[in-house]
């Protein structure tokens, strides 16, 4: 899945500064993320009423007009699982993260070491909302999570299913099968689906699946699937 991340704080080089450690994280785990900076409250809350869809927030207490803390109370009034990290140079706020639910207090400077086990419990908190699909078969229904799915065969009518689990074949066509599917999915051939998380290694005309499996390239979509590949790495 892709995780949305928002980084609020006034100070443009600490803004940077996070921006680089949770991207770094992000990569390295080979999380996709979206991560949005803003320099004040204001700018965020404007964006967030339009979507509302963000998953982390690492706030700076401290802000002009809007305090990282009365940004997190609005967030909260209608949204209980966003994760909420407050990032601050004084202890005294502690007992304001109470009132939000705050997922944790990190005092300045912020390092890797800090930072690190504070994503990486975020993003485990924020598992249970993980993306799956439901495939019918005349033996069973199954629900299977997005994570799982290898790539996805068109077959005529049907679509087969490979997954880390088992191999589905559901009728169904892959256009169709494919819109339940998320941005870390590529069509990579008219017959064929890859789920970039389990790609091993690419070449001119075709992809190795981690599992073994090869799968047929398109003419000419080399290119296209070496740049999502770089941006999904």
């Known amino acids: 899945m892709k995780y949305k991340v928002a980084i609020c704080d006034d100070d443009a080089q600490q803004r940077e500064y996070i921006r680089g450690i949770v991207s770094a994280w992000f990569q390295k785990h080979h999380h996709l993320a979206e991560i949005r900076l803003y320099e004040e409250a204001r700018p965020f809350l404007f964006d967030y009423q339009a979507e509302k869809d963000f998953d982390l927030l690492l706030l700076d207490v401290e802000m002009p007009k809007i305090s990282g803390v009365e940004l997190a109370k609005e967030v909260r009034k209608d949204n209980d699982s966003v994760q909420i990290v407050f990032i601050t140079g004084f202890y005294e706020y502690f007992s304001d993260g109470f009132d939000v639910s ?84 590529l069509k990579v051939h008219r017959s064929f689906v890859v789920g970039l998380k389990h790609v091993q290694k690419i070449a001119r005309t075709e992809i190795t699946l981690l599992n073994g499996d090869s799968v047929p390239i398109s003419r000419g979509m080399y290119d296209a699937v070496h740049a999502a590949m770089i941006r999904y790495l």
């Open 102 to 185: 705050a997922l944790h207090y990190l005092i300045k400077p912020v390092d890797e070491e800090k930072l690190y086990p504070v994503l990486e419990k975020a993003v485990s908190n924020l598992s249970w909302r993980q993306r799956s699909v439901l495939i019918s078969t005349p033996e069973l229904d199954v629900k299977v999570p997005l994570s799982e799915i290898l790539y996805v065969e068109a077959d005529k009518v049907y679509v087969i299913v490979h997954t880390l689990h088992g191999v589905y074949r559901t009728r169904i066509a892959l256009a169709k099968f494919a819109e339940q599917l998320d941005d870390t999915f």
